[in-house]
């Protein structure tokens, strides 16, 4: 599972890195990724991700953030799938068009910030 770990550090630093350098142009293609897929397919991709993130979390040296990460990825999925007051298409709304150029870049340097501290706790 150590090989989950760095892919899953690699994806989160290269979209980081993308988020931050090309902002305009991430955003559409996230766009049309959730405006594409039915919310039901899409609730599959944080749910995987984070079953495996929980799984490879015993390669890690910060094994207990990296359980709360699959956690929450678990969690999103969920929330995604049962969508609670349609919140989930109000949250995906106002981050695709209302979240302005500096607000899409912060995401992007977390994302940055937290693939680079993934790989650096890989045992």
């Known amino acids: 599972m150590k090989w989950f770990l760095y892919a ?11 988020m931050i350098l090309y902002s305009h142009e991430s955003r559409k293609v996230f ?4 405006k594409n ?3 039901r397919i899409l609730c599959v991709l944080p749910a995987v991700v984070g079953i495996l993130l929980i799984l490879s979390a015993s ?3 910060q094994s207990w953030l990296i359980r709360l990460f699959g956690i929450l990825a ?3 999925g969920g929330f995604i799938f049962w969508n609670p007051n349609n919140l989930y298409d109000k ?3 106002w981050y695709l068009t209302s979240v302005s150029e500096q607000t899409y870049r912060f995401f992007g340097i977390i994302t940055l910030i937290f693939g680079t501290a993934i790989l650096s706790w890989i045992l």
């Open 59 to 61: 390669w890690s040296r």
């Open 37 to 39: 897929l039915d919310r």
């Open 31 to 34: 766009k049309q990724l959730v």
């Open 91 to 93: 949250i995906t709304d």
């Open 8 to 18: 899953i550090a690699l994806i989160w630093i290269g979209s980081g890195a993308w």
């Open 74 to 76: 678990v969690i999103k």
